[in-house]
């Protein structure tokens, strides 16, 4: 029951044939401004305020008319307070007819309300004119903008409490296999738990995802084939996961071969190396594998970039480093998962066994690639490893 080889594609072609064949309509929404931190405007968004809406101070200081000050400094003893000067705090709208603020360390009052001057500005020095700060009309965010906290604070300034950003990608997921029962059942005899599926839910909200996790489907062709087109007719990408490999339940192939075109059947090496990537109509289908490890690599590196596609956001690539192994990896093997750390200035990375306990796996922060490295590798070596999540997981390596 020898099933047939497939042709192996590198991750990097992979994931430009997927890219290139997956096409986004993304659907626009509305929403608070407030709520809209990570989103992507959909539009321009444009200033409904100007401002400051009149001149302001925009130092502390006194406000006065530079009409007066032709003299060099001024005989201010007759000079009354709220007539020939007043004091004029930053942000403050100054009167009409007054043009120029005087630094508060540039003058003294007296107990009697005196002024004295002791340096003059410019004429309309120290003053935020109309406008100044924005003017209606202008552009506050470009089109496809990730919105952050600044952002997020100029639209309010900007009098805008809407803001039209692109709907979050449904990502449908799809745990198959027998051999699995829901989380909060203790497994049976035999059995494992489905714990993709709320992995990927979370790798997808992070990436700005709206996943729909489903229930178990079984090995079955026709019940497969059914879900995957119930979830492409909701989502704009699906993870298919498990039943990747030989094994005689491991029906992924001819069930993506029924529902789209594959364009990947497989990854040169690992993890992950049995991956598939399959279009139907211009929606794209990842078929994870079922081990936790290449089913988190799956959604790294083909969901995210997808996403990003769906955003028109800029890929960013994963970061690399030159790290010392503390231990030798025998050969030949693909690829090693490897838990980097910082000492003093520089990383060293141990290698973790791929039969690992899962919670020592998952320590894994990067993968060396190792294809045709019949040797393996010695303790003490230098060799450049592949970061894996966003730097922001890995805040003790910076
Ligand atoms: N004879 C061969 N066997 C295997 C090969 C091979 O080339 N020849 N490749 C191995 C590699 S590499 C991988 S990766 C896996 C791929 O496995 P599948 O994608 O077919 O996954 P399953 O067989 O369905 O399950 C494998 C393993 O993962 C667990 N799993 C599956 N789904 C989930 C889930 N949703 N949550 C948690 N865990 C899950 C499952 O219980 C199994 O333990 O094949 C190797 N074998
Ligand atoms: O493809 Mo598997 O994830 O290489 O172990």
Redesign the pocket.
Request: net charge neutral; glycine share 10%.
């Given at each position: 029951m020898k099933k047939p080889e497939h042709p192996r594609t590198s991750r990097q072609e992979a994931l430009r044939l997927i890219l290139a064949r997956s096409h986004f309509q993304p659907r626009v929404e509305r929403i608070p401004v407030r709520e809209a931190l990570r989103r992507v405007t959909a539009q321009e968004t444009l200033a409904v305020n100007t401002l400051p809406n009149s001149p302001v101070s925009s130092m502390d200081g006194i406000a006065l008319k530079s009409a007066n000050l032709n003299g060099g400094i001024p005989a201010t003893d007759q000079w009354q307070n709220g007539v020939d000067f007043v004091i004029s705090n930053t942000g403050v709208g100054i009167p009409e007819d007054f043009d120029t603020v005087v630094l508060i360390e540039d003058v003294e009052i007296d107990e009697t309300g005196k002024l004295r001057i002791l340096n003059i500005p410019q004429p309309g020095q120290n003053v935020r004119p109309i406008g100044g700060i924005m003017q209606a009309g202008e552009v506050l965010v470009p089109a496809y903008c990730c919105l952050g906290p600044l952002q997020l604070g100029l639209l309010s300034t900007g009098g805008v409490d809407e803001v039209a950003v692109l709907a979050k990608p449904r990502v449908a997921i799809l745990p198959t296999g027998n051999e699995l029962v829901p989380v909060g059942y203790r497994p049976p005899r035999g059995k494992n738990v489905e714990s993709n599926g709320i992995m990927m839910e979370a790798q997808i909200k992070i990436m700005g995802g709206e996943p729909r996790l489903y229930p178990i489907t079984r090995d079955n062709p026709d019940e497969l084939v059914r879900v995957i087109q119930d979830a492409l007719a909701w989502a704009d990408i699906v993870i298919l996961n498990g039943g990747s490999s030989k094994g005689s339940d491991d029906r992924a192939i001819e069930v993506l071969e029924t529902v789209g075109e594959i364009l990947v059947y497989e990854i040169a090496y690992?993890?992950?190396?049995?991956t598939t990537l399959t279009i139907a109509g211009s929606k794209p289908i990842v078929g994870a594998?079922g081990?936790t490890?290449?089913a988190a690599c799956a959604v790294e590196w083909y969901v995210g970039p997808l996403i990003d596609k769906y955003f028109s956001q800029p890929r960013i690539e994963p970061r690399r480093l030159k790290v010392k192994l503390l231990d030798d990896i025998l050969g030949p093997i693909p690829f090693a998962w490897l838990e980097v750390q910082k000492t003093g200035g520089s990383y060293v990375a141990r290698p973790i066994g791929?039969f690992a306990s899962m919670s020592r796996l998952i320590r894994s922060n990067a993968t060396l690639s190792t294809p045709g490295k019949s040797k393996g590798y010695k303790a003490g070596e230098i060799v450049e490893v592949e970061l894996r999540y966003s730097p922001e997981w890995n805040r003790q390596l910076f």
């Amino acid at each position: 029951m020898k099933k047939p080889e497939h042709p192996r594609t590198s991750r990097q072609e992979a994931l430009r044939l997927i890219l290139a064949r997956s096409h986004f309509q993304p659907r626009v929404e509305r929403i608070p401004v407030r709520e809209a931190l990570r989103r992507v405007t959909a539009q321009e968004t444009l200033a409904v305020n100007t401002l400051p809406n009149s001149p302001v101070s925009s130092m502390d200081g006194i406000a006065l008319k530079s009409a007066n000050l032709n003299g060099g400094i001024p005989a201010t003893d007759q000079w009354q307070n709220g007539v020939d000067f007043v004091i004029s705090n930053t942000g403050v709208g100054i009167p009409e007819d007054f043009d120029t603020v005087v630094l508060i360390e540039d003058v003294e009052i007296d107990e009697t309300g005196k002024l004295r001057i002791l340096n003059i500005p410019q004429p309309g020095q120290n003053v935020r004119p109309i406008g100044g700060i924005m003017q209606a009309g202008e552009v506050l965010v470009p089109a496809y903008c990730c919105l952050g906290p600044l952002q997020l604070g100029l639209l309010s300034t900007g009098g805008v409490d809407e803001v039209a950003v692109l709907a979050k990608p449904r990502v449908a997921i799809l745990p198959t296999g027998n051999e699995l029962v829901p989380v909060g059942y203790r497994p049976p005899r035999g059995k494992n738990v489905e714990s993709n599926g709320i992995m990927m839910e979370a790798q997808i909200k992070i990436m700005g995802g709206e996943p729909r996790l489903y229930p178990i489907t079984r090995d079955n062709p026709d019940e497969l084939v059914r879900v995957i087109q119930d979830a492409l007719a909701w989502a704009d990408i699906v993870i298919l996961n498990g039943g990747s490999s030989k094994g005689s339940d491991d029906r992924a192939i001819e069930v993506l071969e029924t529902v789209g075109e594959i364009l990947v059947y497989e990854i040169a090496y690992g993890p992950g190396k049995h991956t598939t990537l399959t279009i139907a109509g211009s929606k794209p289908i990842v078929g994870a594998v079922g081990p936790t490890m290449g089913a988190a690599c799956a959604v790294e590196w083909y969901v995210g970039p997808l996403i990003d596609k769906y955003f028109s956001q800029p890929r960013i690539e994963p970061r690399r480093l030159k790290v010392k192994l503390l231990d030798d990896i025998l050969g030949p093997i693909p690829f090693a998962w490897l838990e980097v750390q910082k000492t003093g200035g520089s990383y060293v990375a141990r290698p973790i066994g791929r039969f690992a306990s899962m919670s020592r796996l998952i320590r894994s922060n990067a993968t060396l690639s190792t294809p045709g490295k019949s040797k393996g590798y010695k303790a003490g070596e230098i060799v450049e490893v592949e970061l894996r999540y966003s730097p922001e997981w890995n805040r003790q390596l910076f």
